[in-house]
Antibody, heavy 122, light 107 residues
């Protein structure tokens, strides 16, 4: 069974930095796009960033561009999210998800981790 | 950005009821539409992709339909384990966006 396990969340002050990790297992990590999705407390889901298999393409939601960087280490089956210049509005549970491409370029998030909570507060 | 609007925001239903949730996109997205289920404190779970394709392992009581701007998630006979929040999501272009969610509660 596909497993995704996030870590690295915690309490950080506004303006601070945090690096999230996602350890993947039970599938060929290097063959898949990967994604971060977040959910603020009591709110809905927001796509944050995605990265292609070889890291050659990366996409971000506008609100994190220039502050967050998605990366991956296929040798270690790991996905990362470097978060800098954190703001109170970045407070959320951050989920790692596998992005699957189907016919005619349809895509979807087929497996999700359990999430890691990031709290930005002084 | 493509805005996704779900209705209703919440509903109350009984076990065995037929439930329909609607999702509307702010522009045509063909069938680039997915549905997820989320239970409290848990990660979302994929139910339907490409508007009407049932994800492996998901009960056949779930179905999806629609194309263009209007989509529907139907639960043909609500089961106790189906009480949750449901989200639609467009995969037509980035930023990939979700609806605000529909909470299905026990009547």
């Amino acid at each position: 069974e596909v497993q995704l396990v996030e870590s690295g969340g915690g309490l950080v002050q506004p303006g601070g930095s945090l690096r999230l990790s996602c350890a993947a297992s039970e599938f060929t990590f290097s063959s898949y796009w990967m994604t971060w999705v977040r959910q603020a407390p009591g709110k809905g889901l927001e796509w944050v960033a995605s990265i292609k298999q070889d890291g050659s393409e990366k996409y971000y939601v506008d609100s994190v561009k220039g502050r967050f960087t998605i990366s991956r280490d296929d040798a270690k089956n790991s996905l990362f999210l470097q978060m800098n210049s954190l703001r109170a509005e970045d407070t959320a549970v951050y989920y790692c998800a596998r992005l699957r491409w189907a016919a005619a370029a349809r895509n979807y998030f087929d497996y999700w981790g359990q999430g890691t909570l990031v709290t930005v507060s002084s | 950005d493509i805005q996704m609007t779900q209705s209703p925001s919440s509903l109350s239903a009984s076990v065995g009821d037929r439930v329909t949730i609607t999702c509307r996109a702010s522009q045509s997205i063909s069938t680039y539409l997915n549905w997820y289920q989320q239970k409290p404190g848990k990660a979302p779970k994929l139910l339907i992709y490409a508007a009407s394709s049932l994800q492996s392992g998901v009960p056949s009581t779930f179905s999806g339909s629609g194309s263009g701007t209007d989509f529907t998630l139907t639960i043909s006979s609500l089961q106790p384990e189906d009480f949750a929040t449901y989200y639609c999501q467009q995969s037509y272009n980035t930023p990939w966006t979700f609806g605000q969610g529909t909470k299905v509660e026990i009547k």
